[in-house]
């Protein structure tokens, strides 16, 4: 009932208003923001890594653009959309945006867009391993790039097919396509471009074991980096000469320019939150600005409409009346809304319980059954051990309930590692333990970084904290007392 009573006053206001204004409520419509102004914002979002903001920019334009039926347009915004999912580890949603976007780009003659849609999609199934699929996605790109005529994403292109075959662990024919993309970025100048060549160069010259090469790459990388003065490219390069150091047993040297590396990420981080601050500030002074405005514009209007003040008046004690009457009730169905969310949290959270039980049970069973399948001497080294190992490889070291987990089903299929290491008398921590179980798998650092939950560089350092010592003890290097364990 007082609702109600509120909705007649308020429409009686409305009515009071409209009538002595002369219109001036149709004065006030203001017009939708363009798709353009989203995609700018959308890509201001995008250069700063806020990644989640700029989907929901470009998904703005999108719905705006896609409404006009502008295909060329909405080839493109798909395209941004594609990269931003990309970037959100949503790769699904991704491909989909790129192959809708394909479409349209061969349907309106857009030749580089379609391009750029095959690289996009070759990026993805290289992370996936799907080579065959990534390398004809690749391939098509480099021949619409060459159509055209295109340098700078050729040359992309080219470092892309570089990076499959690195991948594939082919490195021969990643050197050859790294250095056609060198060739592409020279003709244009395209410094950057030269700078991520270099660099890739030097990982394929470290992995072929020319150190020679390797680090005049890496060094030429560097020096570009700081030419075209990107903090991020600089980072890039600081960090592989410190990866060739350390490869070819230069610790100074590698401890020396991951120092140099670490300040400079450092910086990075620095900037960004600055940016952020920046663009805070900026947000609110446009509020402010729009505020002002506003009140400009109420103080105008009420100048020209001095003779109905009173009438305003007591409009607005009635409005305000109603206002608090109906922010009570709001207050009220807020609540209640508050206690059903609390009961669907609750609720959720016993779903989720139920499901880590049953984890657990099945994990569980699954211990028993490799216990069991260890109380069988003749199936001891049985062909199953490749797919316990392809298993374990599975696991995540997160936490020390994870690590366990790892560690006892590590020792059903290599039951004496643990024991040669408690016999070789020499104080290993438990994170050491943990690196030479991981290396024992043939695992790299990257992939060890991802069990464990840490940085490549933090498995590099506990790799050297574990080499000074052992080198006391007769090893050179942890490489060689994992023989000992093994042997």
């Known amino acids: 009932m007082i609702r109600g009573i509120f909705k007649i006053f308020f429409l009686f206001g409305i009515v009071l208003v409209s009538g002595c204004t002369n219109n001036t409520a149709s004065k006030k419509a203001s017009t939708p923001d363009s798709s353009v102004d989203f995609t700018n914002l959308g890509n201001e979002q995008w250069r700063m890594g806020n990644y989640q903001n700029a989907l929901n920019y470009f998904t703005k334009s999108y719905n705006k653009v896609k409404a006009s039926g502008n295909e060329v347009e909405i080839a493109t915004l798909l ?33 580089r867009l379609l391009g750029l849609t095959h690289t996009n999609r070759a990026l993805i199934l290289k992370e996936q391993r799907n080579f065959k699929a990534a390398f004809d996605q690749n391939n098509e790109a480099i021949r619409l790039f060459k159509e055209i005529e295109e340098p700078h994403d050729l040359a992309i ?8 075959y690195r991948f594939s662990e082919a ?4 050197l050859k396509y790294y250095l056609l993309s060198l060739e592409e970025c020279e003709k244009i100048n395209y410094t950057e471009g030269m700078a991520t060549a270099y660099q890739n160069l030097s990982t394929i010259y470290a992995k072929q074991g020319n150190k020679n090469k390797a680090l005049l790459a890496a060094h030429k ?12 490219r600089v980072s890039e390069g600081l960090r592989e000469l410190s990866n060739n150091y350390d490869q070819f047993n230069v610790p100074d040297s590698a401890l020396y320019y991951f120092k140099k590396h670490y300040h400079v990420e450092k910086e990075i981080m620095e900037a960004n939150q600055s940016n952020l601050l920046s663009q805070y500030q900026a947000n609110l002074g446009f509020e402010v600005k729009k505020l002002r405005i506003k009140n400009l514009q109420i103080e105008k209007e009420m100048a020209n409409n001095r003779i109905l003040l009173l009438i305003f008046s007591i409009i607005s004690i009635l409005l305000i009346s109603g206002f608090f009457i109906y922010r009570y009730l709001s207050n009220i169905k807020f609540r209640k809304k508050q206690l059903e969310l ?48 392809h298993e374990l490889l ?4 997160f936490t020390n309930d994870g690590w366990d987990k790892f560690k006892t089903r590590f020792r059903a299929i290599y039951p004496d590692f643990f024991s040669r290491i408690n016999d070789s008398a020499i104080p290993v921590t438990e994170a050491e333990i943990r690196l030479l179980v991981l290396m024992r798998l043939q695992l790299n650092s990257t992939d060890m970084a991802s ?29 060689q007392y994992l023989h000992y364990i093994i042997s």
């Open 171 to 174: 490195f021969d024919m990643a």
């Open 79 to 111: 395209n941004n959309l594609g990269l931003v999912h990309w970037r959100l580890e949503n790769n699904t949603e991704a491909m989909e945006c790129y192959e809708e976007s394909a479409i349209l780009a061969q349907k309106n003659g857009m030749i």
């Open 157 to 164: 292109a080219y470092n892309n097919q570089g990076q499959i």
């Open 394 to 397: 599975e696991e995540k070291i």
């Open 342 to 389: 609390r009961l669907q949290n609750s609720l959720q959270l016993i779903q989720v319980k139920e499901e880590e039980l049953k984890t657990y049970i099945v994990d569980l069973a699954h211990k028993n059954k490799v216990i069991n399948k260890l109380q069988e001497p003749s199936k001891k080294n049985t062909p199953n051990t490749d797919y316990d190992v």
């Open 451 to 479: 069990i464990l939950g840490i940085s490549p560089q933090s498995v590099r350092a506990c790799k050297m904290r574990l080499k000074k010592k052992l080198k006391p003890n007769g090893y050179k290097n942890v490489e």
């Open 221 to 232: 990388c560097l020096n570009l980096s700081y030419k075209v003065n990107s903090k991020v």
